[in-house]
């Protein structure tokens, strides 16, 4: 993707009032600045990114030059430096304790991928009403309703956004119009599709479902849950559950469980292309006879790739991962309905397909997690200038 930088003001390096060394010092760290913006586009080798890992600073942030004021962007890549969890890490532990593993034969990512992902938020519904998001005036955390759209969207929506200025993602909010003919949900593919042409990621999420572990990379995940520089798309399992007394209504037609699309990982690759293609086009029957039945019967386009997409589109068995049910469907408590038999928790991302009110509550924890983490850290990092203890 082109970079887009701010050319070095020469002039501003003449600093008359510092001391000889302070000036060496200061041009040694412009210069190393400068050499990490010039090999952005070159391959990336182990010591071009540990000469980037030392630069970065107040001079040079996050692979480009900084001068006067940092943006808030720059602020949020700054301040959770301290927490972010390493993308080759084996391991993550969660607030309760609880280890989780990457894949063995792993890990296929080592470096972040910054602004080469996408999150993105699809919907046709825009918080912008009193108290909401798009709104332009102050926004009461406390008074938002956790019910209804408004709520439930603006609560999201930071979500994602937060997480994605946390580990430099790109983020977008695609307001999707209405379409005929067809269920909304459908316009997945489509945007997908378009927006994978400029991104070597594109995340999407849906607006009831949050991020629960802010601090933890996206290309963490991918080396847990086996997604490849090989792999095209990654959707999580659905939940089983029974409707009017059927069993098998998560299931396609031939007994497999469905995938969820509340959550999609693409990847730009040839062969992703063919497959969103041979997706959005589904209900048109060109290619699969039988497909318009899920054009507004439910669950659309999410029930059309399970029956389709899946087995046409995977010959390697990793062209498609599909995501553990627990680790990115679902929410603790969603068990405890009646006609749902998984008790898929969210592990790592929380959907709130029946309990949408529970989004605002899933939200606020994520927050207030990273702010916990980050507050006590400082602390115990200076514990001996932070806590005076009485002689």
């Not at 010039?38 to 010591?47: A, E, G, I, M, Q």
């Amino acid at each position: 993707m082109p970079w887009n930088s701010t050319p070095v003001n020469r002039l501003a390096l003449k600093l008359p009032h510092i001391t000889t060394t302070y000036q060496f010092i200061s041009v040694g760290l412009v210069i190393i600045c400068i050499l990490v913006f010039s090999t952005t586009s070159l391959h990336n080798t182990r010591v071009v990114e540990r000469l980037k890992d030392s630069a970065k600073g107040r001079i040079c942030d996050h692979d480009r030059l900084v001068f006067g004021n940092p943006t808030i962007s720059d602020s949020f890549q700054s301040l959770f430096q301290a927490i972010r969890h390493p993308v080759s890490a084996p391991t993550y532990t969660d607030a309760y304790g609880k280890v989780f593993d990457t894949k063995k034969d792993g890990p296929w990512w080592k470096e972040p991928l910054r602004n080469e992902i996408l999150i993105l938020d699809i919907d046709t519904r825009v918080p912008q009403g009193k108290n909401e998001l798009w709104n332009d005036g102050r926004l009461n955390w406390e008074a938002m309703k956790e019910e209804g759209d408004g709520g439930l969207v603006s609560a999201s929506f930071m979500n994602h956004f937060l997480y994605a200025q946390i580990h430099g993602y790109d983020y977008r909010f695609f307001n999707a119009h209405d379409m005929e003919g067809l269920h909304n949900t459908w316009v997945k593919p489509h945007v997908l599709f378009d927006l994978l042409h400029s991104y070597r990621f594109v995340i999407f999420i849906d607006a009831d479902a949050t991020i629960q572990h802010l601090e933890l990379p996206f290309e963490w995940l991918f080396n847990k849950w086996g997604i490849t520089p090989q792999t095209s798309i990654a959707l999580p399992l659905d939940s089983r559950q029974t409707i009017n007394g059927d069993e098998h209504v998560s299931e396609d037609s031939k007994g497999r469980l469905q995938l969820n699309t509340g959550v999609v990982v693409a990847q730009a690759l040839p062969y992703t292309f063919e497959m969103l293609k041979a997706w959005k086009e589904c209900p048109e029957e060109k290619r699969y006879p039988g497909c318009a039945l899920w054009k507004e019967e439910w669950s659309h386009e999410q029930r059309a790739f399970s029956e389709y997409i899946r087995y046409d589109f995977n010959p390697t068995g990793t062209n498609i991962i599909e995501i553990p049910c627990d680790d990115a469907v679902g929410y603790p408590g969603l068990a405890e309905h009646e006609h749902i038999n998984s008790n898929c928790t969210g592990q790592f991302i929380r959907h709130h397909t029946i309990d949408k009110a529970m989004t605002k509550r899933s939200t606020e924890v994520a927050m207030l997690q990273v702010l916990t983490d980050l507050t006590r850290k400082e602390l115990l990092s200076k514990k001996e200038t932070y806590w005076i203890r009485e002689t």
